[in-house]
Structures are given as structure tokens and as C-alpha cells.
């Protein structure tokens, strides 16, 4: 499996504060040889890499700026990313996080029949607990994809019903609701939302748990979702 999903812009915020904002601002490269931001977690052998290149996305004011980094995905030994933040553990509190997405290739990315793989989640304070995952797979043809979210590893799991088109620019955002008792936080994902008024309805919901959240994790897996290119 091989996969390249494009990435540019990465903002966390809780209510009105904003915890990280990442244009990926630094010169091409190595993003955790050029960043003391980002820590590599796992290790691997293909580093997730930083191109003076953006993202397009009508309306969105942190679009067309700064440069974007490439999730590589296929073989095993292929390293990961993770930003920390101040720990959120207050049940009332909602975080979000926001960046824009575009999947360039579904070459060898798992077909619609298949589970996928996840691309990113948000993780706790001490690294132990992994939530809220953001899944792809292959769609109907190559030249489409599905978005998925997940409790947990493919654990309920559920998939966005339209389609995604390949070399196309998306905002997504997720949002975790930290909310008061044991195992009933409130996961989103919102594709393509509205800029303005109030918070639509979610495109996908599931319920989660986590002691806190102080982090969010980038992921070049090898199970088989993505392929030659996604971009962030």
C-alpha cells in the first residue's frame, strides 16, 4: 500500500482560544529535522516532508498560505508525527482541530469493501490512549475516496456516504466533546462546513473516551488505505 495525502494549515482551538496554529511556515524538508514543533512518533525510515507548496480553499482564510507536508504512505517503517498542546480535560470543553486535505492518488489504497486505514487522531497527556480516528479508503472508482471516523481503531467505525474526489481540496474539521461520565465524549467530523453562523450538523458522530487530550497525531500507515499522495 502506498498513499499521499497533501496537507496545509493546522489549527486546534477550545471555545474562543486557539491552542496550535501550523502553516508548516519552515523550508522544505525533513518536517521534524526543520520543527522542534513536531515530535516523530513512531520512528521510520520515510519522514514525513515539508513542500514549499499550498492549498486552495474559497472562503478560508488560512488557505494559499505557507507550505504543505506529504503522508507517504505503504511498507511498514514509515514514521509518524504528533503536536502537542495544553492538556484539555474539563468536561464542558469541545476541541477542535481544522486543516485542508487533498488525496492525489487512491492507487493501491484499500477498496470500498475494506476498512481502511487512519491517517490521524488525537491521543492523552501520557500517550497511552488514541481516539477520535480519521479513517480513508478507496471509493466507487480511483478517481474517488471515502472518509471515515472511528471510536477507536476501526472500532465503530463509520463512513461519510458521498464520495471524495482525488486531487481535490477539502476543509475538514473534527471536534471532541469532553463530556461528564465514562464513555460518552462526543467525536465529529465536519467536511467542507459552513464559515459562518452557528455550528452545523456534524457529517459523521461517534462517542469516544479519553482521560484528556493534549495532542494530535499524523500517521503514514501500512494496513492499506492511502497511496502515492495525500497532502496537508
Known amino acids: 500500500m502506498k498513499r499521499v495525502i ?4 493546522i489549527s486546534v482551538s477550545v471555545s474562543d482560544a486557539q491552542l496550535v496554529e501550523e502553516n508548516f511556515d519552515y523550508i522544505a524538508g525533513v518536517l521534524t529535522a526543520v520543527s522542534t514543533n513536531w515530535i516523530e512518533s513512531p520512528t521510520g525510515s520515510t519522514d514525513i ?14 488557505s494559499n498560505i505557507g507550505n504543505l507536508i506529504m503522508l507517504d504512505g505503504g511498507a511498514s517503517g514509515r514514521s509518524g508525527i504528533n503536536r502537542t498542546f495544553a492538556v484539555q480535560s474539563t468536561a464542558g470543553t469541545t476541541i477542535y482541530w481544522s486543516f485542508l486535505l487533498n488525496v492525489t492518488s487512491t492507487a493501491e489504497m484499500d477498496s470500498s469493501g475494506g476498512i481502511g486505514d487512519y491517517f490521524s ?7 497511552t490512549q488514541n481516539k477520535s480516528y480519521l479513517y480513508l479508503k478507496q471509493g466507487s472508482d480511483s478517481s474517488k475516496y471515502c472518509i471515515g471516523l472511528a471510536k477507536a ?8 456516504e458521498a464520495e471524495l474526489n482525488v486531487n481535490t481540496t ?27 453562523g452557528d ?6 458522530t461517534v462517542t ?16 492499506n488505505p492511502f497511496n502515492p499522495s495525500t497532502i496537508i
Request: no cysteine; hydrophobic share 50%.
Open 6 to 9: 497533501l496537507l496545509l494549515f
Open 170 to 196: 477539502y476543509l475538514i474539521v473534527a471536534g471532541y466533546s469532553i463530556v461528564s461520565g465514562t464513555g460518552n465524549d462526543i467525536s465529529k467530523l465536519w467536511i467542507n462546513p459552513a464559515l459562518t
Open 208 to 223: 469516544a473516551v479519553l482521560d484528556n487530550i493534549s495532542a494530535f497525531v499524523l500517521e503514514q500507515n501500512f494496513l
Open 121 to 127: 487522531n488525537f491521543q492523552n497527556s501520557t500517550m
Open 153 to 160: 481503531s476501526s472500532v465503530s467505525l463509520i463512513w461519510h
Open 199 to 204: 455550528e452545523p450538523a456534524a457529517d459523521l
Open 49 to 62: 516532508q515539508i513542500f514549499n507548496e499550498n492549498l486552495f480553499f474559497s472562503g478560508y482564510q488560512s
